[in-house]
């Protein structure tokens, strides 16, 4: 089975938004006409293959749909970055992704991505950014990068074989219920672990990047949200248990990773239970991490130079970040489903690589459209409080300055962020989903905003 995705997400805060990313009349980007031009290479190379099958050899098609599929799909895409005035290269690498079973248990996933642009305010000054899509890159020029190849070994433990589905990354077939993964490369870890029903997917449920996922874990990733290192599954039918070694970079919210990595890496458990509360499906998930890195302290910084603390100055191996994860999720009933995260880090040292947050609340719904009769529709509401520690606020209200939430001399307020969103299924392959986020104290400042308004849309479309 072959999916494509389309996503086009747009957010604006208001006119000097705009201005901010450079989105006006004259701006050369013909939004309409890509969206049309990408739909339409989207339907041709998904029917393409399909005319294939009917016309390829038994034996052979397996291998000629994967063959052809990725052609297909790659000339479309090329001829339809054209017509959208983009470069024609950068259309053909952007669709193509694949996943192969090469031996018994064995299987490899390669993901090309093309990635560019900058979040509102260049994703800086809110803790909790509004778009979990864009990433903290020093150029917003599209680049094309290896996102993800590595290779996944699944050691069966029983005879028991259970229907498992494909998607992204995820061959289908039959699976062992009780089995031992291993998996070994690059990839982002958020994929292995925080995972929420409700909660955990920036394309079709929140955006917010503090939202998908636990705004405290201050998960090893380089800018682009990626890492190397291997993980470790046991996976039975009520629980799971998980954990991993992976490298962290050179320095804050680098794209390098740091190669001593004798002392410089991270570690991350997981424990999944599933039990029923009211008779219905709960999920609970128990996460504990710790990196060691080339870190600054915020509270040496302070005592080396009381009037300018800069935590840069500070950084040695010897400094480390600790914390957990508490991550619930219930099904009330078939169109009911609630969850929540607290997250918790002891804030000595410096964010590193996801977001400035020591600590984190998040409670949320969602709504399936079967209530108001449209079952393909669903709504989301989810409310955010995020806080940090003491050496933290200490080190922002001194003068010291965070790569997030910028300036210091900080008058702290927790951050608050509530956000609701709706997709709408208006075609057979079509989703829009408009969003809405409210927020009180960006980046713990009660002196900035102290309420910002923020208004996003996004497309989607699925074969």
Known sequence: MI?????????????AAKDELGINEFSKPKPLQAALASGASFIS?????????????????????????????ALSGGVAAKVGGSNMVRGIIRICFWGARVWKGGEIYFNPELSGGRGLSGASGLAGSPNGEIYRVGNPEPVITISRIFLRQTFNLSQERINAEGGQNQLGGKVD???????FGKFAITDMYDANTYSHDPRNQFLNWAIMSAGAWDYPANTRGYTYGFVTELIYPQWSLKGSVVMVPEVANGPYMDMDIAQAHSETIELDKKIQVFHKPTVLRLIGFYTQAH???YKEAILENPLQPDVISTRTYTHDKYGFVINAEQQVNDNIGIFGRFSWDNGTSETFAFTEIDQSLNIGVQLKGNIWKRPTDQFGATLLLNGLSKD???YLAAGGYGFIIGDG???????????????AKLFENFWLSPDYQFVLNPAYNKDRG???NIVGIRGHIEF
């Open 3 to 15: 999916k494509v995705f389309w996503n086009n997400i747009l957010i604006f805060q208001n006119d």
């Open 45 to 73: 190379g998904g029917l393409l293959p399909f005319l294939v099958s009917l016309f390829a050899p038994v034996k052979m098609m397996v291998i000629l749909l994967y063959v052809f599929a990725i052609a297909f799909l």
């Open 177 to 183: 219920p009780y089995r031992l993964v291993l998996t």
């Open 409 to 423: 001399r900080l008058n702290y307020g927790l951050e608050h962020i509530v956000e609701l969103y709706y997709s």
């Open 295 to 297: 870190m600054g302290s």
């Open 450 to 452: 102290p309420v910002v």
């Open 392 to 394: 933290h606020r200490d």
